[in-house]
């Protein structure tokens, strides 16, 4: 499996089905962990990072959820190969600031990836499709429990496991959800339900996690603390915020229906035709205009189209995505271009179905 064969088919975690897909995007499981008696990655020296990047590797090989896996080590990834994998959420922006003994395992259809000595020595995540959080909690959960039988883990008795970043320690765990949230932000109320979210311990971030902004009416909910709860209380208390959210999103969408359909249904047809239509387009005002048209389909204004394919066109026409389908290196104009003429093809596919 090389990188690019990613591009022949959709992330599990794009699919646009699992429970309460028309809100939720995708639920993802993090787990943080470092090895014991060894300093953390940015204390590391050459030799020590690298012993870890062997050990970690070998105990990897024998986990039975990653004999479809691919192993790269980030020293081999040009800019456009590490970009391609951030776009597709299965490595940090902070992972690829450098590549020193550095290595991803992916899963082949992408519900895991391990990232090696990021800021922690193993960065393990699970993605699925929906609000999924405790199936993917049961998969990380078996994973973590055969590499502790292969790897000695930095823990304390008092604290938990112990990782680079405070914020960490504890259970090492990080729940998030990408919701897609356009009728709260349509009629303004979104800035109440991120601060209400902000005064529960949870954190609110972009389509591509810490240090992004909201995109395309995209937002990461996840857990602030890790330290004094269970992973199971840690669960329960997200899953309950984010059906909460999922209901004042429905509430919106019912109320902008009832009160302004024709200003929705508006919205959304401008979305669909500049994307059938334009010629050169961005990538910001392309995940504006597909987050209206996945709207519509949400509400069965647009019906040649699920959220699947969607979906599809929010990752394909991310700039190394479409470098990736080119097969070089495009200017940021010729990305535009590209970025359109793709989105038409795909939508004159769907629309002939």
Known sequence: ????????????????????????????IRLARNLANVPFSHRANKKQSEETLQSIEAALSLVEQLKKSRNFHLSDLDGIDRQFLIERHLMSLEFVKSSNSKAVVIEKDETIAIMINEEDHLRIQVLQSGLNLFEAYNIISVIDDMLSKQLSYAFSADLGFLTACPTNIGTGMRGSVMLHLPALVMSRQINRVLAAVSK???????????????????????????????????????????????EQEHQARQALITDNRALVE???????????????????????????????????????????????????????HLQKIEGRKLSSQERDAKRAELVHEKIAKLEKK
């Open 1 to 28: 499996m090389e990188i690019n064969d990613f591009l022949n088919h959709t992330s599990e975690w794009l699919r646009g089905t699992g429970p309460n897909s028309d809100v939720v995007i995708s639920s993802r």
């Open 266 to 320: 508006d919205r959304v047809w401008r979305s669909y035709g500049i994307l059938k239509s334009a010629h050169i387009i961005t990538s910001q005002e392309t995940i504006e205009l597909l987050s209206m048209v996945r709207l519509g389909v949400d509400l069965k204004i647009v019906k040649d189209i699920d959220c699947g394919a969607v979906n599809e066109l929010f990752i394909l026409t991310q700039p190394a």
């Open 200 to 246: 529960l311990s949870f954190t609110t971030r972009g389509l591509y996690g810490e240090g992004t902004q909201a995109s395309g009416n995209f937002f990461q909910v996840s857990n602030q603390v890790s330290l004094g709860h269970s992973e199971e209380e840690i669960l329960q208390n997200l899953n309950g915020l984010i059906r909460q959210l999922i």
